[in-house]
């Protein structure tokens, strides 16, 4: 059986890292202007401050404002590399001392044990159909941050993280589909569409630093065909930390076209607090989640409807929540 999670932002910061846009906003207006078009860029950053709630959405929208690639070139470069320097010092604030490994290796391993009763069974049952053999588990992350390859003491080889009975659960590959804090960061768009500037459409300086699949193809490393295989071959996706932001909009497709095979996916969210007496309406934010997740892929309706109850949203939850539980020191008499 294969077990494919997709990681977004939201794995950093359960871990109380500063590593959202906004968090390096505050960080990145602070830094001296290296001329006109970077301090046009952190007005504009601070003036419509909610349109950079995404900084790929909004970089594609922007360019507009380029005049030349050239310019383009400069603002670009200034913000990756201080976006990089921001997020390498985050990295380091990483405290393992206070997390639970092994935590993490049984919300890898059996992520189903947070769902609803009946959600367990089902998601159980499936599992069985796999008989018990080995469970090779992937992660796909879309950070930068190794934060993973530290708490999990990942060093690129296969590695048993957990075994129940004859099931043993294979922790396989940590894939960086953008590239590292220090290496290879890909930061821009899914694809022309997302880029307001039409000039820069048959520009290819541009496209090869903006979209990122132009960008792995330059790196040329296979990353992210490595990451489409890991999903076409998945028996159980799980999404956590994850807006579906539409410059990833090629995952939610690819994650969309595999639910059509024998696949089921749990995507884990977070959303408004329902009262204890009415948790029965919890269902309401459900439904609307995975309305969200399936808008984004290519389904057509009829195939929505045939893969809906293959999804299974887990909203509030504790997943990955790593956090050492604290021990109460009993004082001596």
Known sequence: MNIVHLIGNGFDLNLDL???????????????????????????????????????????????????????????????????????????????????????????????????????????????????????????????????????????????????????????????????????????????????????????????????????KVKRQNIDNACKNLIIKADLICIFGSSFGITDKLWWELVGERLKQNCKLIIFVLGKEVPAVLDYMIDRQESDFKDAFLAKTKLEKKEIEKVANKIYICINSEMFNLKKEQKMSIPVT
């Open 18 to 216: 500063e590593t959202s846009y906004p968090n390096f906003y505050e960080y990145y207006k602070k830094l001296p202007s290296k001329g006109e078009v970077i301090k046009a860029l952190k007005e504009d950053i601070t003036e419509k401050y909610k349109n950079w709630s995404d900084l790929e959405k909004r970089l594609g929208e922007y360019s507009i404002n380029f005049k030349t690639s050239g310019q383009f070139d400069v603002a670009f470069i200034d913000i990756v590399t201080n976006l990089s320097k921001y997020l390498i010092e985050q990295e380091k604030k990483l405290e393992l001392e206070n997390i639970d490994s092994q935590k993490l290796f049984d919300y890898l391993a059996y992520p189903e044990k947070l769902l609803l009763p009946t959600e367990v069974t089902e998601i159980k049952s499936f599992k069985k159909t796999f008989g018990n053999n080995q469970r090779n588990i992937n992660l796909i992350t879309f950070n930068y941050t190794r934060t993973l390859e530290l708490i999990a003491d990942f060093k690129g080889q296969q590695k048993e993280i957990s075994k129940f009975g004859p099931v043993i659960n294979m922790l396989q590959d940590i894939k960086h589909v953008h590239g590292y804090v220090d290496k290879g960061m890909i930061l821009g768009v899914n694809d022309i569409s997302q880029i307001a500037n039409n000039s820069f459409h048959s520009n290819k300086n541009v496209l090869n630093l903006l979209v990122k699949s132009n960008c792995n």
